[in-house]
């Protein structure tokens, strides 16, 4: 059995067992979160399609880590006008083990 979730912006396709990283969630390491905005369920050949969400659908899943991403680099430059300009980014993140699945 999978899933599609929509969770900070995004949209993923999870199955049971699997661990995914997500944007960040204010939630503990070891805490217990339902992610209820399920766009998606299937099954073999059965497929459940909300509009655009479907009504009682949600998806457990346990919080394992909270972290950062690695450094993406920024560099703008302008040339002949003397103008460079260096900037890092690290995103955070969630990292999630999935649970159970209730359509």
Known sequence: MY?????????????????IKVEQIPADVGAQ?????VMMVGSGEAVTIGTPMI?????TATVISQ???????IFKMRRRKHYQKRQGHRQNYTEIQIGEIKS
């Open 55 to 59: 009504a009682g659908a949600a998806v």
């Open 33 to 37: 979160i339902v992610l209820d905005q």
């Open 3 to 19: 899933a599609v979730i929509k969770t900070g912006g995004k949209q993923y396709r999870v199955a049971a067992g699997e661990k």
């Open 67 to 73: 972290g950062r991403a690695d450094k993406v680099r």
